[in-house]
C-alpha cells in the first residue's frame, strides 16, 4: 500500500494542509522546531486505526478531519491491476475506506484492516513507526504486560507462540511429580494409595475362605415366605381389578353426563336443515379472510387518498386520483432519478465546498502575489506572462553566484589598492621628512676637510710662538674634530641609503598599484556580461533595475511558487467548471421531470428554480424532488391497494361461484354477501362440531374401556358378556358400550357413592400391600444373611479389587510418564526455536548492524527468557555482551533500529514506513551507512523520512540511488507543507 495524497483538515497544528503526488519511495520532510513533524507522524500513524481519545493526543480546532488516497498493489486488493482507494477520518470514527477505480475487478470486500495486512495498532506503532522512542529496550507506554508482546514482534517467526513454554513445561513437571514424586516410586505420593488398597485387598481375600454354616436352613425359611407372598399378591390383584372399574366410572361420570346434553342439542339445532356439502371450515376461514381483506383494502384506499390529498397543494380531493396516475406513469423516471439523487447532492456540497477552497486558495494567492508587487494581486494573469520560464534556475543561480564572487574579488582589490595607496602616502611623507635634512655625504666631507685644515693652521700658528703648545692644540683639535666629523659622517651616510631604500619601495608599490589596477580593470570586463544577464534578469521579470543579485534569486523563486500555484488554480477552475457542467446537467433532469408533472396536474404542485438559478436555488429543488418521493410513495400505495382490491375479488368469485354469486356482482354487494355466508356457515359447522364431539365422546368411552389390560381384565372379570376379540376391539358397537357403561352406573346413585366405594377397597389394598412389604423386608434379610455366607462371592470381589486399583493404578503411571514425556519435548522446541531464531530469524538483521557498525558488531542473540525485551551481540574480536545495557546509547539504537528495519522487510505487502529523527545519536560514519540502507528499503517500501537536521538530508541526497519519481523532498513550515529540492531544503534547515 501507497499513499498518494494527503489532505489534513484539522488536526493539531494542520488547518487544510496537504501534500499531493507522494513518490512511492524516499519523501523527506524537513522542518525545524516546532513545525510540526511530531504531529504528521502522529497523524500517518494512527491514519489506518482511528484517532485516540487521550490527553497528549494533538489537539483539533473544531473537530478531526483528514483524508488520504492510496495506491493498493494487485497482490494486496486481489485484482489484476492496482486500486485506488481514499481512507476518510472524521472525528473519533472509525477510518471510512471507500474504493475509486476498479471496484468490479475486486472478489471481496476489501475493509481498513486488509490493507494493514490484519496488522493490530500495537504492531504497527513498535514495527513501522521508528523514532527514538522506539530504539530502547522498553518504549514509553508499553506496559510490562506488552513487553512480551513487544518481543515476538521484534523476533516475528511465531516466536510469540514459544514465551510461555517453560511454564508450560514446569506445569507439565509438576503434575508428574505429584503423581509419582520425583523418581516415580509405587509407595509415595498418589500411587500409595492404590498400593495400600491392593494390600487390603488380598488380606480380605484371605478371610473369605474361613466362612461356611447355617447356609442351608436359610434357604429353607426363604421357601415358606414366598408362599405366604404370593398368596398375599392374590388377593391384592383381585382388590386392584375392582378399584379400576371404581376409578373409570369415577373418572367418567362427567363425561358421561355431557354425552347425554350433546345427544339433545343435536336433535334440536337448525344447522341440520342446510346443504351441509356448500359449507367448510376451509371456506368459513375464506369468506372470513375475505371480509376482512376486504374491508382493510378498502379503509386503506380511503386513507391513502386522503393523506396524499393532505400532502397535495390541491383545492379537492377529486383531483387526487389524476394526480396518482400522473405520478405513477412517470414512476420508473422518478425511481431511476431518485436512486442518484443522493449522489448528486453530495457532488454539489462537494463542488461547492471544492469552489469555496478553490477561492480561498486564489484569495491567499492574491495576498501572497501582492507581497511579491502589488499589481499581481489585482491581476494573476499577468503571473504567466512574466516569461520566467525562459530562466534556467541553475544558470540564474550560478550567475548571481558568479557575479558575487566576482564583486567580492573587486571589493578585495579595491581594498588592496586603497591600502597600497595609503602605503605610498606613507612614503611621500617620509620622504619630505629626509628632504628637511639636506646634509649629503659630500657636504659632510667637505666640512671636515675644511675645519681639520683650519686646526692645522691655527697649531702651526701657535707653534710659530710655542712649538708644544702648537702640538698640543693640533692635537687637541684632532681629538675633539675627528670623532664629530666621523659621526656626522655616518649619519650622512645612513640617510642617503634611507634615501636609496625608500625610492626602490616606492617604485615597487607603484608596480603593485598599476597590477592591481590592470587586475581590477579586467574584473570590470568581466563583470559587464554579468550586469547585463542580470539586467535581462530582472526586464523578465519585470523588477527595477537597483534590485541586488540575491533579490532577483528569491524574486525568482517566489515568482515560480506563484505561477506554479496560479497553473494549478488555473487547472482546478477548470475541473470545476467541467464538474459544474455535470452537476447541472443532473439537475436540469430532476427539473424537468417536475416541470412536466407541473404542466400535466390540475394544480401546480411544485415551486421551481428557473433554469439559470439551479446552482443558486438548489435546496428549492432538492425540497420539491423531496416532496415528489413523498407524493409517488403515497401514490404507490394506492395503485398497489387498487391493484390488490382486484386481484380480492377475482379470488372471492372463483371461491364462491357455488353459492350463487355472480361473476358481474357489485363492491356493495360483495360485504353483504360475506357476512350471510358466514352466519350459515358457522350454523352448519356447528352442527358438524356437536355430531363430532358425541361420536368422540363414544369412541373415548370405547377407547378408555380397551385402553390397557389392566382395564379390560377388570372388567371382563366382572361381566363375561364384555368381551373383546385378539385385535383390542370390542364385540359390541359403541353405542352399545354406553349402554354396557350405563347399567354400571345405574348401580350407584351418585359420584359420591362411587367414591366412598371406592376409598373402602383402598383402604383394604393398603393393608395387604404393607403386609407384603413386611413379607419382602424378612426376605430380603434373608437373602443378604445368605450372601454373607457364600465365601466364593467375597474372594470374587478380593479379586476385583485388587485388579481394578491395579488397572487404576496403570492409568495413573501412564498419565506420570505422559506429563515427564510432554515437559522433555517442550524444552527441547524451545532450545530448537532459539537456535532457529539466533541462526536464521535474527541473521538478516545481524547483518544490518554489522553493515551499519562496519564489521564491529557480528550477530544479534535473543535475551535467554523470551519474554524481556533484550538482546546479547557479538563483536568482531569474540567478546560477547548478554544485555544492550551494557551497551552504549548509540550502539544500542543501532541494535533496535536493525531488528526493527529486519522485521519490516519481512512483511509483505509492503506498508508506509515512519522513520522520525532516530539517527540523531548516530555518528557521522553510521549515519552515512544507515542512509544506505533506508534508500535501498525505499525501493520497494513508501517510507516516510522526517528531521530537523540539515546534514541527515545532505546524506540521503547522497546515498539516494533512486529514480526520480522514487525521491520527494517536502519542506514544513508551520504546519504547511512546499515541495523543495535537496539543496533548498538543506540550506533551509541550516539556517
Known sequence: MKITDIFLGDFGIFQNSSLSDLSEGLVIIGGRNRAGKSTFREA????????????????????????????????????????????????????????????????????????????????YQQLFTISLAELQKTPPGVSGEEESRLQSLLLGGGLNQIVNLPAIAESYNRKAKNIGGKLGRSNVSQFKSYDQRIKKAEEEKDKALQQIDKYQQLLEELEDLEADQEKNREEIAELQKKLTRLDILANNHFKYLEYRQLKQKIINHPGQELKQENYSPKLLNQGEHFASQ??????????????????????????????????????????????????????????????????????????????????FAADLESLAEIRADSIARQELLQTIEEYKKLIKEQQEINSKIAALKEQQQQLNQKEELLAQKPATLKSTWQKSLVSTAGLIGLAALAGYFDFLWGIFLAAGGLVISLPYYFHQYQLAREREKDKEELNTEKKLLEEQIDQQNKSLS??????????????????????????????????????????????????????????????LSDLSNVREILHRLNKK?????????????????????????????????????????????????????????????????????????????????????????????????????????????????????????????????????????????????????????????????????????????????????????????????????????????????????????LN??????????????????????????????????????????????????????????GQRQSSTALLSRGTREQLFWAVRINRIRSIKPPLPVIIDDSLTNFDHPHLYRAAEVITELAADWQVFFLTCHPYVVDYLAQKANLPADKLQYWQLKKGNFSQSSASELINYLAV
Do not use: C
Open 294 to 375: 376486504y374491508q382493510k383494502i378498502t379503509t386503506r384506499i380511503t386513507e391513502e387518498k386522503k393523506k396524499l390529498n393532505e400532502q397535495l397543494p390541491l383545492s379537492r380531493l377529486a383531483a387526487v386520483d389524476r394526480v396518482s396516475t400522473l405520478l405513477l406513469a412517470e414512476e420508473e423516471n422518478i425511481l431511476a432519478i431518485s436512486a442518484g439523487i443522493s449522489g448528486v447532492e453530495e457532488r454539489l456540497k462537494n463542488l461547492i465546498e471544492a469552489k469555496k477552497r478553490h477561492q480561498e486558495e486564489k484569495e491567499e494567492l492574491k495576498v501572497d502575489a501582492a507581497e511579491l508587487r502589488a499589481d
Open 601 to 817: 396536474a390540475p394544480e401546480k404542485l411544485f415551486p421551481l428554480p428557473e433554469k439559470e438559478a439551479l446552482l443558486s436555488e438548489q435546496e428549492k429543488l432538492f425540497s420539491a424532488w423531496s416532496e415528489l418521493q413523498q407524493y409517488l410513495t403515497r401514490a404507490q400505495r394506492i395503485g398497489q391497494a387498487v391493484e390488490e382490491k382486484e386481484s380480492l375479488l377475482s379470488d372471492i368469485r372463483a371461491t364462491f361461484s357455488n353459492n350463487g354469486l355472480d361473476d358481474d356482482f357489485l363492491d356493495s354487494e360483495v360485504a353483504e354477501f360475506l357476512q350471510q355466508y358466514q352466519q350459515e356457515a358457522k350454523q352448519v359447522l356447528e352442527f358438524k362440531s356437536l355430531q363430532k364431539e358425541l361420536k368422540q365422546l363414544t369412541r373415548e368411552f370405547k377407547e378408555t374401556l380397551n385402553s390397557t389390560d389392566r382395564i379390560r381384565q377388570a372388567f371382563t372379570a366382572l361381566d363375561k358378556s364384555f368381551a373383546l376379540d385378539k385385535s383390542g376391539e370390542e364385540s359390541e358397537s359403541p353405542a352399545e358400550t354406553v349402554s354396557l357403561l350405563k347399567n354400571y352406573y345405574d348401580k350407584f346413585g351418585s359420584q359420591q357413592e362411587i367414591e366412598a366405594t371406592k376409598k373402602r377397597h383402598q383402604q383394604k389394598l393398603e393393608e395387604l400391600q404393607q403386609k407384603s412389604q413386611d413379607i419382602t423386608a424378612a426376605i430380603q434379610k434373608k437373602q443378604q444373611q445368605k450372601e454373607t455366607l457364600a465365601s466364593s462371592d467375597k474372594i470374587m470381589a478380593a479379586h476385583e479389587e485388587i485388579d481394578q486399583a491395579r488397572a487404576e493404578l496403570r492409568q495413573l503411571a501412564e498419565d506420570y510418564a
Open 44 to 123: 500517518l500513524k494512527y491514519l489506518g486505526y482511528g484517532f485516540p481519545q487521550k490527553k497528549d493526543f494533538p489537539p483539533a480546532t473544531d473537530k478531526y478531519h483528514l483524508t488520504a488516497d492510496l495506491l493498493l498493489p494487485p497482490e494486496q486488493a486481489g485484482t489484476e491491476s492496482s486500486v485506488k482507494a481514499n481512507l476518510k477520518l472524521r472525528g473519533y470514527a472509525n477510518p471510512v475506506l471507500n474504493i475509486k477505480n476498479n471496484r468490479e475487478g475486486i472478489d471481496k470486500d476489501l475493509t481498513v484492516k486488509d490493507l494493514y495486512n490484519q496488522l493490530d495498532f500495537f504492531t
Open 820 to 877: 515427564r514425556t510432554v515437559a522433555f519435548i517442550l524444552e527441547k522446541v524451545r532450545e530448537r526455536t532459539i537456535k532457529r531464531a539466533k541462526e536464521e530469524l535474527l541473521e538478516p538483521a545481524s547483518e544490518l548492524l554489522s553493515r551499519i557498525t562496519a564489521g564491529e558488531y557480528q550477530e544479534i542473540e535473543p535475551a535467554r527468557d523470551f519474554t524481556d525485551p533484550d538482546f546479547a551481540t557479538s563483536l568482531a574480536d
Open 522 to 583: 579586467e574584473l570590470n570586463e568581466a563583470l559587464m556580461p554579468l550586469e547585463e544577464k542580470l539586467d535581462n534578469y530582472r526586464q523578465l521579470l519585470g523588477i527595477e533595475e537597483a534590485a541586488a543579485p540575491d533579490l532577483i534569486a528569491s524574486y525568482f523563486t517566489s515568482l515560480q511558487e506563484l505561477k506554479r500555484r496560479y497553473q494549478k488554480l488555473k487547472a482546478t477552475s477548470a475541473r470545476l467548471q467541467a464538474r459544474e457542467q455535470e452537476v
